[in-house]
């Protein structure tokens, strides 16, 4: 079964500083992953996708995500921090052969000014 | 462009009531989604339709019913509420379902029903 994990509930960040929001996942054969944000009282937004290839993905809002085979994580980052990047963060797999995605719990990104 | 509107924007339900929540999308995707995100649960899938006419189960599909009459539409029907279905509820669509695509999916803005 396919699963994704993301450790941390919440992550604290001051503007300006790198940021960085935890995945890891588990899947069998080739892993279809994703990001997507929720930002309150809203749907979530998607971010980005690592299907295959570079195993650095560029997304929306300057955000990017690396996809790492040997530890089976895709973290997602950021250099610089924004205030309006505070909101809540989910990773998600495909599942099975089709589009049925596993999602993560979520982590609550706060970024202070 | 309004993508996927949801109603209605929430609802406070008695137990054992029936409820519709309304669904439509004017992307003319084929693949439709429902979800329920619960705090420290994250989103999980309640039902999904790959193309008008058929739809299929979840992870959690139990105590719902959804039905896919044409390409916009996809309602999903709570035939007796109980407290458990307390949630925010999301609808989702993407451009296709096999897996030959994987493009994302879009979702609505929620409904957040309440069951007493």
């Known amino acids: 079964a396919q699963s994704v994990a993301q450790p941390e509930d919440q992550v604290n960040v001051a503007e300006g500083n790198p940021l960085t929001v935890k995945c890891t996942y588990s899947v069998s054969g080739n892993p279809y992953l994703f990001w997507y944000v929720q930002y309150p009282n809203r749907g979530l937004q998607f971010l980005l996708k690592?299907?295959?290839?570079?195993?650095l993905v560029k997304g929306s809002y300057g955000f990017e995500a690396e996809f790492n085979k040997s530890q089976t994580s895709f973290h997602l980052k950021k250099p610089s921090a924004l205030v309006s990047d505070s909101a809540l963060y989910f990773c998600?797999?495909?599942?099975?052969?089709?589009?049925?995605?596993?999602f993560g719990t979520g982590t609550r990104l706060l970024v202070s000014p | 462009i309004a993508g996927i509107t949801q109603a209605p924007t929430s609802q406070i339900l008695a137990a054992g009531r029936r409820m519709t929540l309304r669904c439509t999308q004017d992307m003319r995707h084929n693949a439709m989604y429902w979800y329920r995100q619960d705090l420290g649960l994250g989103l999980r899938l309640i039902h999904y339709?790959?193309?008008?006419?058929?739809?299929g189960k979840g992870e959690v599909p139990d105590g719902y019913s959804v039905s896919r009459a044409n390409t916009d539409d996809f309602p999903l029907t709570l035939a007796s509420a109980v407290p458990s279905q307390t949630s925010v509820y999301f609808c989702a669509s993407s451009v296709s379902y096999g897996s030959q695509g994987v493009d994302e999916q879009f979702f609505g803005p929620g409904t957040r029903l309440t069951v007493l």
């Open positions: 339709s790959n193309t008008a006419g058929t739809t």
């Open positions: 690592y299907i295959t290839g570079d195993n």
């Open positions: 998600a797999v495909r599942r099975g052969g089709f589009q049925k995605l596993v």
